[in-house]
């Protein structure tokens, strides 16, 4: 069964249950069921090879993880007579440590630690050892990597302060006893893939790999997908092939290999990500925190995505900037809408919305990346959004409706016209060489934003869109002004961001406020109005949004191509950089009172494979567990 989103109300929980600052929401695949058994069966072997290494990242980003997880789930899976206030405190904690995979919160990066006592924490332990819960003899030596906040305060500090080093200032396991000084004129040969050791005086590096260290989570992962390989089609096994070589071997050559071989598999319906990849994690910016994720294209999205790819040129000729400024020849940039069915180590619970890989700039240059949008990952976040969060900054009930309605196809649609057909366009003058970002420096970005966003504002409510099968008819004025209405509510809810001072530095924000700062100013699009003690801003004026939209475009796309850092400079200062504080104060304590969640752990989707009596796999089953615990105890096996 499929469900179109846009069509049918969809009535299942997504939002799950509220822990702390953070929401538990369920992940659902829609698309699995339809797929082919091969497909299916492929999924099913590289979701196990994505199990299989989830604990690598838990090593990685703490020495002592492990142990605490293992603690935190005995307990909690043998509760008789623990008092009922600890155990509720323990339970929390859990989640937490769960969602965030460990004791660092994934926003901040600082520790977080259970708000009971530690003898309570021990009391409780020992009465759960009662009950046959397997603990360590030891278990005294792990209280203050739970309970002490001066221990191990931070999984990554870059800028831990003068004088002090940031690796040991970070609490991760990618390091251990090295420091920055020891690094220089060290020749590290596997910088993605080791553990830097500093043994007797000198550094080691213990490399991931079948025969090193996480040989045994390795080993496991390399026989999933080698079951999978019969499964995939001839580009995915030729990377699957070059991955496991990479797993075999660690050398930096074969993780070149692979790289190009899985960006060159541009066609298959199902792919995977597996490995050593992004490097927030490391201080020094240089190892890789270990990932996977399973999904497959959802073609119908995907298709819309081509479709506006296509059409890339007519949107350049009909852009509302002087003609010396148009391109020819203009190719959309061109994405995978995909859903997700499993995620696991730096990408799950919390997970990225989007995706462009491989890192490695030389391969990206001379054989290209590959874009993926998730796109159930960007409905869920939307459908577990509380209808009371919108009501709060909604002027009418019409206009929350509408939201409720509305706003995920609209934020889909606008974020692939941004994509596809706003970063791509246009063009700039001789004299810049192409690289406007050297003369625009610092306003370069927020520019750059704006102009992506202002093309979406313009485009949405064009005809084309009717044509090429992106929206129906029937619903597009509904859509525009759902999008344009939420375009303008987020330059306000974003202020709830920047709880100190009175200047928005991050670019995407800067780039909101300015666009809707220059409308209220420059048009009769959208007004302020207060009501009660509160402020809204309210769109009055369709026409006179697209219109301002076009004018404001106009001299954005004037700005860079010209490279007028005055003319950016100024606009920015004058609407996208300053706010008042009490403005600010006020959507805090609304956004307080309400208690909107700061971010999301997701429940995945489960696959259980139906074997005949030789073990073939004859089908793949999806179900929505619907709840976490239950999920991350049979990822550790404890269900
Ligand atoms: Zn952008």
Redo the contacts with the bound molecule.
Sequence with gaps: MSTPASTHVDTRPYLLERVGEAAVVQLYADGFTALPLGEKTLIYHLSRAALAGRDIYYDQRYAHNLAMRDVLEEIVTHPDGIPQDTFAEIQRYTKLFWINSGPYNNLTARKFVPKCTPAAFAAAARIAEKNGARLPADLARLQPYFFDLDVDPIVTSKTPGPGRDILQASANNLYAGVTMADLEGFDERYPLNSRLVKQDGRLVEEVYRIGGRYDTYIREIVRHLEEAIPFATGPMAAALRALIRFYQTGETADRVAYDIAWVQDRGSPVDTINGFVEVYMDARGVKGAWEALVYYVNPEKTAGIRKLAAAAQWFEDRMPWADKYKKQGVRGVSANAIDVVIETGDSGPVTPVGINLPNDQAIREHHGSKSVSLSNANQAYDKSTLPEFRREFAWSAEEAARAEKWSSVASELTTDM??VIG?GSGRIAERLQGNPQGVLKEQYSALE?SR?DLVALYFVPDRKLVELGLVDEADHSDIVRAEYEGYARNALVQLRRIREGSQIEEDHMRNRQMIVGWLMANSRAIELRRRDGKTYYVVVDVKAFQDGAGRLLADVQRIKAEGDYEAAKALFETYGVHFDPALRDEVVARVDRLQMPSYTGFVQPRLEAVRDDVGVITDVLISYPLDLTAQMLEYSGRR
């Design positions: 941004h994509e970063h934003e992506a």
